[in-house]
């Protein structure tokens, strides 16, 4: 890839600090470098999308900003706080800020719904079994599943069930960030619109910032606010979808405006935009 392009934050975000600010990080495993002196930043109330082609290292930098693997060398700021000098309270408090979805759900099969929703609060919080329930309940409800979910088990859910009670536990801490890895792969196209539709709501009404990795051409002119490209072991490409559909790169071009890209309708974004008004959050 040789087309750069990285346009300026527009007014409202250099108006604000990224939620998470990542410079020149390098993730190795063995001698394979993933990713290289990669940067990003991700600012409050933004849903970003964050694809590239497979294998290219998106769920690893996923992972590198959740602390799950290590990063050989470079900087991560997670709420302004450099993630290598916190302690290991202020990194709880950290990680108890961001929600995850990891692509396919990884629901714990021998947990109910109700369960797997109060994993993250039995680990992070001191609470009474009869709160939990109740806070559980309230995610259900918020993720727009019926109150008879919370007893069932993941082997009975549809595939937007299963993702819509992965995404209430991602959410039953009340974080500030969501990463989604792929939250709408296998899901059919009515089912994965009505996901997208409640990401955005989500983020509309609790101002979240969400990290979304995806191949799902629909979700990123749907929802996404701002799209980063994994390529060359970078980010190579940042940019609205507009900006997308003007890139001269050969991989981005053939992403946004091949074959399975001539449907779409390159006014939709702009068009939602107007619809919904500026989103303003965090
Ligand atoms: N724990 C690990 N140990 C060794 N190699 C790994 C590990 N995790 C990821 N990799 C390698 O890093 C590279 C990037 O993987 P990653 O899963 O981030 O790709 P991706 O862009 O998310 O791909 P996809 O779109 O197919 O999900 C791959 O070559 C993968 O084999």
Redesign the pocket.
């Given at each position: 890839m040789s087309d750069v392009v990285n346009p300026a934050p527009d007014q409202a975000q250099r108006s604000r600090e990224p939620v998470i600010s990542v410079r020149d990080v390098t993730v190795s495993?063995?001698s394979?470098t993933?990713l290289d002196k990669l940067c990003l930043d991700i600012f409050p109330g933004e849903i970003l999308g964050f694809i590239?082609?497979?294998?290219?290292?998106?769920?690893?930098?996923?992972?590198t900003i959740l602390g799950l693997?290590r990063k050989a060398s470079g900087e991560i700021r997670i709420f302004g706080r450099n993630i290598d000098n916190v302690t290991e309270t202020e990194k709880m408090a950290i990680d108890m800020r961001m929600g995850v979805l990891f692509?396919h759900g990884a629901l714990f099969s021998s947990l109910n719904v109700l369960e797997n929703i109060q994993v993250p609060m039995r680990e992070y919080l001191d609470l009474s079994p009869k709160l939990m329930d109740e806070l559980a309940r309230l995610k259900i409800d918020l993720v727009g599943l019926t109150p008879d979910t919370a007893e069932k088990f993941p082997s009975e859910l549809s595939g937007g069930m299963i993702k819509r009670a992965a995404l209430a536990r991602a959410l039953a801490l009340d974080p500030d960030v969501v990463f989604l890895?792929?939250p709408t792969s296998g899901l059919d196209p009515i089912g994965a619109a009505e996901f997208d539709d409640l990401i955005a709501n989500l983020r509309d009404t609790m101002g979240l910032t969400v990290y979304m990795?995806t191949?799902d051409l629909d979700s990123l002119f749907a929802v996404c606010d701002r799209i980063a490209v994994?390529g060359k072991k970078r980010v190579l490409v940042e940019g609205t979808i507009e900006d997308m559909l003007t890139v001269d790169d050969p991989w981005v071009k053939s992403y946004f405006r091949g074959k399975r890209a001539r449907q779409i309708d390159p006014a939709a974004p702009t068009r939602r935009r107007a619809e919904t008004g500026p989103r303003q959050a965090g």
């Open positions: 495993f063995g394979q993933v590239g082609p497979s294998g290219s290292g998106k769920s690893v930098l996923m992972r693997n692509q890895d792929e990795v191949h994994l």
